[in-house]
């Protein structure tokens, strides 16, 4: 199973030349609320966005839903046993 990876976040937000304002900026035009912690949180892994809030977060930064999703051969590469 696919397991979220924040870093593709942080990935995708650079790609546009996105610093995390700039996102939020971005995603408050889309009605959705966050704030700098939250982004650095997902980014981080230390949480996850609902369901909602990751549809917004890939139309925003013009990226598929599996795109933050790591194949779970990668995931047992970085998961210590």
Excluded: H
């Amino acid at each position: 199973m696919a397991q979220f990876n924040g870093d593709r976040i942080r990935e995708a937000r650079e790609r546009m030349d996105w610093s995390r304002p700039d996102l939020i900026r971005e995603l408050f035009l889309k009605s959705m609320k966050v704030s700098i912690s939250t982004i650095s949180n997902w980014e981080a892994g230390l949480s996850v966005p609902g369901a909602d809030d990751l549809a917004v977060l890939a139309l925003v930064l013009k990226k598929p839903i599996p795109f933050f999703y790591s194949p779970e051969t990668e995931v047992k590469r970085f998961t210590k046993y």
